[in-house]
């Protein structure tokens, strides 16, 4: 079992940036892809971004390539999602999940997901 624990939503205008965060305990860390999903109220959970087992490899959805940065240390089992120039479009709440050692997209290979953080943006 991997418990996973995001923090670092909140209100912001749209230009904004947040950075969240995701805290893994239980199995190793370091064994485990990572990726960001969100959900935008009355819509279907989509993809962010995905990180490989060792942070060499990340994958982005198009709509925040370039805005949107995934990374990892698994020195402190630590997931992290740097978010500029944020648009309402990116309103939704936030998904950290955890799930064999490649960057995938589909929500269904991953295994453990935490709780959300909401992500709310301003016009």
């Known amino acids: 079992q991997v418990q996973l624990v995001e923090s670092g939503g909140g209100l912001v205008q749209a230009g904004a940036s947040l950075r969240l965060s995701c805290a893994a305990s239980g199995r190793t860390f370091s064994n485990y892809a990572m990726g960001w999903f969100r959900q935008a109220p009355g819509k279907e959970r989509e993809f962010v971004a995905a990180i490989s087992w060792s942070g060499g490899s990340t994958k982005y959805a198009d709509s925040v390539k370039g805005r949107f940065t995934i990374s990892r240390d698994n020195a402190k089992n630590t997931l992290y999602l740097q978010m500029n120039s944020l648009k309402p479009e990116d309103t939704g709440v936030y998904y950290c999940?955890?799930?064999?050692?490649?960057?995938?997209?589909?929500?269904?290979?991953?295994?453990?997901w935490g709780q959300g953080t909401q992500v709310t943006v301003s016009s």
């Open positions: 999940a955890a799930g064999g050692g490649t960057a995938q997209i589909l929500a269904t290979y991953y295994a453990y």
